[in-house]
């Protein structure tokens, strides 16, 4: 009686976790860097001749860090609210060109419009790679001692911006 119950305890636990995974929204993985300090990067400015960009560059400040890059179609859906954003002037939003080509980058932002004040080419991903990306577009809001508050996953769509991000924003300017 004991060895016909394992089986179906074990298929009952299994559909479980099942169920719970299947509840879970895909874009809400936890990240691990949450409430501690951004990864420590320095960068060479897409298409800024020689200059170099680093996270100390924003201390003080609450920015947000968008990766992207030329080849990635979700980029391109969330592109005209990254627009947006840099119009209203509420942050600094600097890019993450992502495992791209420079000039693809550049023409990229030269067609469709450039929201950054500042955009870093990630030319082999390792930045991308200690801020746990793992596909683009990803971005991060950062405080102004430098800590990651807040990681979105995939595209923002304008519900993302208007209710997570910007009371966030406004909170942490504070």
């Known amino acids: 009686m004991k060895k016909t119950l394992v089986p179906l305890i074990v298929f009952v636990v299994l559909v479980i976790f099942l169920a719970i995974g299947l509840t879970r929204d895909p874009s809400e993985i936890p990240s691990p860097l949450i409430g501690k300090p951004a990864p420590v990067f320095t960068a060479p400015v897409l ?6 960009f680093t996270n100390k560059d924003m201390l003080g400040k609450v920015w947000l860090l968008n990766t992207w890059a030329s080849w990635c179609v979700a980029c391109r859906q969330e592109h005209p609210l990254m627009m947006e954003l840099a119009k209203a002037k509420i942050l600094p939003i600097i890019g993450l060109d992502y495992k791209d080509k420079d000039e693809l980058g550049m023409q990229w932002l030269a ?3 450039n929201p950054y004040d500042v955009s870093m080419a990630d030319r082999d991903g390792r930045i991308g790679m200690d801020f746990g990306v793992y596909g683009v577009p990803e971005s991060f809001l950062i405080d102004k001692a430098g800590i990651i508050r807040f990681k979105q996953i995939g595209p923002f769509t304008e519900g993302d911006i208007n209710n997570k991000l910007l009371p966030l924003v406004k909170e942490l300017q504070k």
């Open 111 to 113: 067609r469709y419009g």
């Open 47 to 52: 298409n800024g001749g020689g200059m170099q």
